[in-house]
T-cell receptor, first 115, second 112 residues
Framework: AQKITQTQPGMFVQEKEAVTLDCTYD???????LFWYKQPSSGEMIFLIY??????QNATEGRYSLNFQKARKSANLVISASQLGDSAMYFC????????????FGKGTKLTVNP | DGGITQSPKYLFRKEGQNVTLSCEQN?????MYWYRQDPGQGLRLIYY???????QKGDIAEGYSVSREKKESFPLTVTSAQKNPTAFYLC???????????FGSGTRLTVV
């Protein structure tokens, strides 16, 4: 079964600094997709970034980048120039293969940005 | 605007009662999913449906039931058999050929 591990229950960062949120995954399928979502206290899930297993380049979306190391099975999220509004829960997820399109989630990391 | 609507936002249930959470999408998505979120647990899959009149159990289906009579709708019933139903419930949808998922804003269920 596919599995996502986020080992950092909580992270703190100073405003305007960069922060890396860790994510490792386990799958035997050569084709998969990796996602990062942000969940503020309101509960909505906000899509941040996507990386396909065959993508040669690391994905980037504005201040978000995904450090994809396929051999190490890691997909860390890097947030540059942190803002107070970045304080939220962050979830790493993997799309399961086999046609179901299911998303498997990690337990999340709570990021707090300090002024 | 296209999206997923979950209702109600907050729901209170007495022990022993069944309750139904609504999930409606106007995105013409084929697949719909129900997730449960507990503090510190991330999201866990309850049920999913890839086509009308068909659905499959997820990882924690016990005590829940669903139906998919219309493409747009995927209601979740939390039955009295669910031992600990207090949680945040999220509905999501996607379709083949797209990598993105759309999530609803969630329903927070509390057993009183």
């Amino acid at each position: 079964a596919q599995k996502i591990t986020q080992t950092q229950p909580g992270m703190f960062v100073q405003e305007k600094e960069a922060v890396t949120l860790d994510c490792t995954y386990d799958t035997s399928d050569p084709s998969y997709g990796l996602f990062w979502y942000k969940q503020p206290s309101s509960g909505e899930m906000i899509f941040l970034i996507y990386q396909g297993s065959y993508d040669q380049q690391n994905a980037t979306e504005g201040r978000y980048s995904l450090n994809f190391q396929k051999a190490r099975k890691s997909a860390n999220l890097v947030i540059s120039a942190s803002q107070l509004g970045d304080s939220a829960m962050y979830f790493c997820a993997m799309r399961e293969s086999g046609g179901s399109e299911k998303l498997v989630f990690g337990k999340g990391t709570k990021l707090t940005v300090n002024p | 605007d296209g999206g997923i609507t979950q209702s109600p936002k907050y729901l209170f249930r007495k022990e022993g009662q069944n309750v139904t959470l609504s999930c409606e999408q106007n995105l013409n998505h084929d697949a719909m999913y129900w997730y449960r979120q507990d503090p510190g647990q991330g999201l866990r899959l309850i049920y999913y449906s890839q086509i009308v009149n068909d659905f499959q159990k997820g990882d924690i289906a016990e005590g829940y039931s669903v139906s998919r009579e219309k493409k747009e709708s995927f209601p979740l019933t939390v039955t009295s058999a669910q031992k600990n139903p207090t949680a945040f419930y999220l509905c999501a949808s996607t379709t083949s050929g797209e990598y993105g998922y759309t999530f609803g804003s969630g329903t927070r269920l509390t057993v009183v």
